[in-house]
């Protein structure tokens, strides 16, 4: 039984670990569009947003829980645009902020 739960506590570190990995490499990304452009941006780690598509990619299904929480308490975005405009930090190749 302690070694089940000294396994589920490894597994479970890899997957906060590999999730704070990829948002290191992260920017936001287009996450509502409106008649007049983007409209609100969330918070996308590495491989989550296809900039080439203008996609969300399906594999962060499995990092959701997190990315609720990095989205909620670390890259929250309010106020908005005056801390954390999407247009400071360096986005995804290829997006084009207009």
Do not use: Q
Request: charge should be positive.
């Amino acid at each position: 039984m302690k070694r089940g739960a000294k396994v589920l506590g490894v597994l479970f570190g890899i997957y906060v670990f590999s999730y704070i990995a990829l948002s290191c490499f992260g920017a936001y990304a287009p996450a509502v569009w409106g008649t007049a452009g983007v409209k609100w941006y969330r918070w996308a780690p590495a491989g989550f947003y296809n900039s080439t598509t203008g996609k969300w990619r399906r594999p962060f299904i499995v990092y959701l829980p997190l990315w609720g929480a990095d989205n909620n308490y670390w890259h929250s975005h309010w106020p908005f645009p005056a801390d954390n405009d999407p247009t400071y930090p360096a986005v995804f190749p290829g997006f084009e902020h207009k």
